[in-house]
C-alpha cells in the first residue's frame, strides 16, 4: 500500500527555519503531484503549497508566500518544504498528500488520495 511519512518537524523560535520531508513508498513517486497542509488546533486543515509531479509547477498559499518553498526529489522518492521565516502563526501538525488521480496541483484536500500521519510544528514568540 502507498505510505507517506512526514519528518523534520520540531520547535523553532519566530524567524528560525525548519525543512519538512515526506517519504513515498508503494506506488510510482514520479506519477503523483505533491501537496503540504496543516492544521492548528481547533482549526480545519488547510491548504499550504503543491507541486507537480515533475517540479515544473508549484502554488502556495497566500499566507506562506515568499517565505515557504516545496521542491521534490523524484530519484529519493521524496517532497520537502522549506520554511523560512517562521511565525507563531505558523504552529500546526503539518500533513503531506499525494495526488494520483485528475490533474495536476491542486489547493483542495479532497484531491488527494493518500496522507501522512503529520509532523508537528511549534513556532514560539
Known amino acids: 500500500q502507498v505510505q507517506l511519512v512526514e519528518s523534520g518537524g520540531g520547535l523553532v523560535q519566530a524567524g528560525g527555519s525548519l525543512r519538512l520531508s515526506c517519504a513515498v513508498s508503494g506506488r510510482t513517486f514520479s506519477s503523483s503531484s505533491m501537496g503540504w497542509f496543516r492544521q492548528a488546533p481547533g482549526k480545519g486543515r488547510e491548504f499550504v503549497a503543491a507541486?507537480?509531479?515533475?517540479?515544473?509547477?508549484?502554488t502556495y498559499a497566500n499566507s506562506v508566500k515568499g517565505r515557504f518553498t516545496i521542491s521534490r526529489d523524484n530519484a529519493k522518492n521524496t517532497a520537502y518544504l522549506q520554511m523560512n521565516s517562521l511565525r507563531p502563526e505558523d504552529t500546526a501538525v503539518y500533513f503531506c498528500a499525494a495526488r494520483y488521480y485528475g490533474g495536476s496541483v491542486s489547493r483542495a484536500t479532497t484531491d488527494y488520495n493518500y496522507w501522512g500521519q503529520g509532523t508537528q510544528v511549534t513556532v514560539s514568540s
Open positions: 507541486i507537480s509531479w515533475s517540479g515544473s509547477t508549484t
